[in-house]
């Protein structure tokens, strides 16, 4: 007797393999299907209000207008807004010739103000690491000019048992977006805190510099690789500098070559004139 047709599908192992071109195309529309399905059950919110947006990593109208975006003419040294430039030389603030910085150029991606903040405070005590990512991206694009100098990243490290509180670090998670977006390599192990410190927010200038005094250094085993590279540090924000100071004159120590510095945000009041 003939045997009936089996009605169900043959068992996956006896199947024939799907054209790989079709395979992709399937679960493209499946990435597609399902993130539809997730922006019904969850829309969009702004990265800093939670206001509805179009999609998802983006800032609603308002917060976008109230961000202090960073442009020229800047300080070279500071990565400040300048009222003002002239020329086509590199313009040095007032305060930039007085008090130079340990390190070689600063930039960043806004002034430090109520929307940076928020997002800055989101990932860095809320987890959300989905600010991350536009986040970084926006700094990959304001430091555009170090970045193409540079040949590795180095985030700036929490000591240990922060890190274990936290469970990750801010700075290596913003440098690691930037480095896939320009292809440089993340060195999180050339530059490690050594010593617990208090919280630099409430600290006066004095204060915050004494506080992370010492607080940094290169391991013995990251000294032979650095010496004489060109280095994007990275981090959140930049208040007073100091522990920016410290981390830069850790790696200089070291052997390091130029040393730059990327943030989110900077506190930027400076008002003075460039000098050229």
């Given at each position: 007797m003939t045997p009936l047709p089996e009605p169900w599908p043959a068992p996956a192992g006896e199947a024939e393999a799907l054209p790989p071109a079709l395979a992709t195309r399937l679960r493209g529309l499946a990435r597609r299907l399902w993130g539809g399905l997730v922006?019904?059950?969850?829309?969009?919110?702004?990265?800093?209000?939670?206001?509805?947006?179009?999609a998802p990593g983006c800032l609603?109208?308002?917060?976008?207008?109230?961000?202090?975006?960073?442009?020229?003419?800047?300080?070279?040294?500071?990565?400040?807004?300048?009222?003002?430039?002239?020329?086509?030389?590199?313009?040095?603030?007032?305060a930039a010739r007085e008090a130079p910085p340990a390190y070689g150029r600063a930039r960043a991606v806004a002034a430090f103000g109520d929307v940076a903040r928020d997002l800055i405070h989101a990932l860095k005590y809320a987890d959300?690491?989905?600010?991350?990512?536009?986040?970084?991206?926006?700094?990959?694009?304001?430091?555009?000019?170090?970045?193409?100098?540079?040949?590795?990243?180095?985030?700036?490290?929490?000591?240990?048992?922060r890190l274990w509180r936290r469970r990750f670090n801010q700075s290596a998670v913003l440098a690691g977006v930037i480095g896939r977006e320009t292809g440089l390599p993340v060195?999180?192990?050339?530059?490690?805190?050594?010593?617990?410190?208090?919280?630099?927010?409430?600290?006066?200038?004095?204060?915050?510099?004494?506080?992370?005094?010492?607080?940094?250094?290169?391991?013995?085993?990251?000294?032979?690789?650095?010496?004489?590279?060109?280095?994007?540090?990275?981090?959140?924000?930049?208040?007073?500098?100091?522990?920016?100071?410290?981390?830069?004159k850790a790696l200089q120590r070291a052997g390091a070559g130029q040393v730059d510095v990327l943030v989110f945000a900077r506190v930027a009041d400076e008002a003075d004139a460039p000098i050229s």
């Open positions: 922006d019904v059950a969850l829309p969009p919110g702004c990265m800093a209000c939670r206001a509805a947006v179009d609603c109208g308002a917060c976008w207008s109230r961000l202090a975006f960073i442009a020229p003419p800047i300080c070279d040294r500071f990565g400040t807004p300048l009222p003002y430039g002239f020329g086509e030389g590199r313009l040095i603030s007032p959300r690491l989905d600010v991350a990512p536009p986040m970084g991206r926006m700094m990959a694009r304001a430091g555009a000019d170090i970045l193409a100098d540079a040949q590795a990243l180095v985030p700036v490290p929490l000591h240990r048992l060195r999180a192990g050339w530059l490690e805190r050594r010593r617990a410190t208090l919280p630099q927010v409430g600290l006066d200038r004095v204060a915050r510099a004494r506080n992370v005094q010492g607080a940094f250094a290169v391991p013995d085993m990251a000294k032979g690789e650095l010496r004489g590279r060109r280095l994007v540090l990275v981090d959140d924000v930049l208040t007073t500098g100091a522990t920016i100071d410290a981390c830069v």
